[in-house]
């Protein structure tokens, strides 16, 4: 996400490294690459010309401080004033309102308004324990329906029978009664896409807006991000046309450029609500503009990613997992789980982007595929071995390793290769355990560069490497960790 845009920032702040002052001259030429990147990432020339104007100014003026590095001190700048533009702060739904809060969902065709509506169901339900009631009101593609109550189905929520041959002004009335009839908290209804040059299809949906205005209807239009500039004419026109209250952009995760991000809420005024992440039901993101602007600046967004692990990872499996660490237990099922806890929190790629500085790392290193390729390849061998083989790898002997390898559709050679590098891990993770229980820095056998207790150049502490006593550790970086 937003890989080239990010690249061109940092190429950028380069120009600023070793300079002692920010003036006019020096800035220049990191603004020359801004303003480039931002036009080439697709984003409104008047949001550019608005958004250079404003750093600039800043970088100039008296909100410069005396003693801070001043390349630290204009990405800052560039951070807040990013943020300004997608803006300033996350903005979400008052769903806490009481009464029905019915939702509009409208937008071209294509552009994942039906998909939209089940995660946002299945966001309801699992992160703000809303009941809500899905609404088929796609009187132009009958599929849509059947689409809709598909997903209904799989993340367990109720959908309303629309009958396809009433206006869908008609369909929402009736959808609003039965979901007030059965005490729903939210109503999501799922609109036909329609081109908004399209002036009679553009009337329909307004006269189903003002057919539930009592309702004081939350309009969102989903729009992919991927169509950059053309994603916030859309948004424009259909903000004059019906007045929208946010916009939802789809296939975020496939966005190289963001013009739509960075563009929309200055042309519009109206905010980002949400963001789509991804394909599952579950990849959906409320748009926070400050955590973006630290992504494409490389420095990362932690906070999203404690939320993310808060959501996903199951407390008491890790606390048991800790305990076995604790004991000098590693066992294979433990690094199962860890490469499922790895999981649930998305792509490797994804979620090394959200600490901070891993950005530039990653676009040195490049595709992350192969790595992920061979946490399956492991995935398939473990699920071949006994549970008394996952407890004691050491059992894994000849006769075991052709069963395995057999059963995984591997090479002996590939089994043997898995068996290598978890001793590896399971000496990495004791020597990590004796470090924060005692303080020290023990070796790691198997880690390049570190033969024997330390990298090349590493300067040993005192206390370092020495056996941890019993009790409380009070090593170099504060050990005592465990008790």
Request: aromatic share 4%.
């Amino acid at each position: 996400m937003f890989d080239n845009l990010s690249e061109k920032f940092s190429d950028a702040f380069k120009t600023l490294q070793g300079k002692s002052r920010l003036s006019e001259d020096n800035i220049e030429e990191a603004m020359g690459m801004v303003r480039k990147a931002l036009l080439e990432a697709d984003v409104n020339f008047k949001v550019v010309k608005s958004f250079t104007a404003a750093v600039k100014e800043k970088a100039l003026g008296e909100k410069v401080l005396s003693g801070v590095n001043p390349s630290e001190q204009f990405i800052k700048i560039v951070q807040d004033e990013l943020g300004a533009v997608m803006g300033v702060e996350s903005e979400e739904v008052d769903w806490e309102k009481p009464g029905l809060k019915v939702v509009l969902v409208v937008g071209l065709n294509g552009q994942g308004k039906t998909t939209f509506s089940g995660k946002l169901s299945n966001f309801l339900r699992t992160k703000k324990k809303k009941e809500s009631l899905l609404v088929p009101a796609d009187t132009f593609r009958p599929a849509a329906k059947d689409q809709l109550i598909t997903l209904a189905k799989q993340i367990d929520v109720d959908w309303f029978d629309s009958d396809l041959s009433m206006h869908p002004k008609d369909i929402a009335l009736a959808a609003i009664a039965e979901a007030k009839k059965l005490h729903k908290d939210v109503l999501i209804i799922d609109t036909a896409g329609r081109l908004h040059v399209d002036e009679a299809l553009m009337l329909q949906i307004k006269e189903v807006k003002e057919a539930i205005k009592g309702e004081n209807p939350e309009v969102l239009l989903v729009a992919d991000a991927m169509t950059g500039q053309e994603a916030v004419n859309v948004a424009k026109s259909f903000h004059e046309t019906i007045g929208l209250t946010g916009v939802v952009l789809s296939k975020m995760d496939s966005d190289a450029r963001g013009g739509a991000a960075l563009s929309i809420r200055h042309v519009t005024g109206v905010p980002i609500r949400f963001i789509s992440m991804g394909e599952k039901m579950k990849d959906l993101e409320l748009f926070h503009p400050d955590r973006l602007a630290s992504r494409i600046l490389d420095m990362g967004d932690v906070v999203s990613l404690v939320e993310k692990a808060q959501e996903n990872i199951d407390e008491k499996e890790a606390e048991k997992m800790m305990k076995n660490l604790e004991k000098g237990k590693f066992t294979v099922d433990d690094f199962m789980k860890q490469m499922d806890m790895i999981g649930k929190l998305g792509s490797m790629s994804g979620i090394l982007k959200m600490i901070p500085g891993m950005g530039g790392m990653l676009r040195q290193v490049g595709d992350l595929s192969p790595a992920e390729d061979e946490m399956k390849r492991m995935r398939v061998i473990i699920n071949s071995m006994t549970k008394q083989e996952r407890d004691d790898y050491k059992l894994v002997k000849e006769s075991r390793i052709k069963r395995i390898a057999a059963g995984s559709g591997n090479t002996e050679n590939a089994v043997k290769d898995f068996i290598a590098k978890f001793r590896q891990m399971e000496k990495m993770m004791g020597g990590m355990m004796q470090m924060m229980k005692g303080g020290g820095m023990p070796g790691m056998p198997g880690m390049p560069g570190m033969p024997g207790g330390g990298a090349p150049g590493f300067r040993q502490q005192p206390g370092m490497g020495k056996k941890p006593k019993k009790g409380k550790g009070k090593g170099p970086w504060g050990g005592g960790f465990f008790k």
